[in-house]
């Protein structure tokens, strides 16, 4: 199996398979592909955990469905491109070895990588337009990609070292970083520091990758220009 990335702001990925290699993705992700690979969709994808699997995706933000794409008799590419401004991180997972990403962070992976919920919790309608928080686990033994949004942070913490931020800037980190949701201290700073109510607390030992542009600042950059409703 051959990857590469192409692009910079809104980037492609592109794997090159050959018979008997496959990826696995979120249903409705595929971009292009050749006439060689061969696609199967179903929520009962034994790498994904079967149906019980399915479910966790679902929740977990990752779709019900997933799909399969393997190459035919002959060698095939397929391409799946960014959703959004940012970056395609290539990741390496074996036993032991995990990460927890952003909702929406899981784009494709061989088909030994395993999607599921690993952290919800409902925030309002001020930080993800009331969807809430969410994260997903990926684990197994291959190869996944993720997608970040914007620049990309990356930090190393100590252990006990606690890094808080806002939570829509939470791109990935490893599994052996604590995670909670914590509110903002000072009711000044609640009222009127516009910084929401809650921040991530991620404590060390382990790495985390921030994400510069966050789903609410993009919407929030796009309102004016877009139709307002007709008063009358």
Known sequence: MDARIIGTVMP??????IPGEGLVAEA?????????IRLHTSSRLSSSG?????????????????????SSKYPGRVAFAAKLPGQILPIGLEPGIEYLVHRHGFLCGTSDVRVTLSFQRRLGAGIFGGAGFTLQRLSGAGQAWVELSGEVVQYTLAAGETLRVHPGHVGM???????????LRGIRNILFGGDG??????????????????ISNLAHALTPYLPQPNPN
Do not use: H, N
């Open 197 to 214: 109510l809650f921040l991530a607390a991620l404590t060390g030992p382990g790495r985390v990758w921030l994400q510069s542009l966050t």
């Open 50 to 70: 079967g149906l019980l699997g399915a479910v966790k995706r679902a929740a977990a933000g990752a779709g019900w469905y997933m799909t399969e794409y393997t």
């Open 28 to 36: 409705g992700q595929l971009s292009w592909m050749t006439d060689s």
């Open 173 to 183: 980190f490893d599994a052996t970083v604590g995670f909670d949701i914590t509110l």
């Open 12 to 17: 492609v990925l592109e794997v090159s398979l």
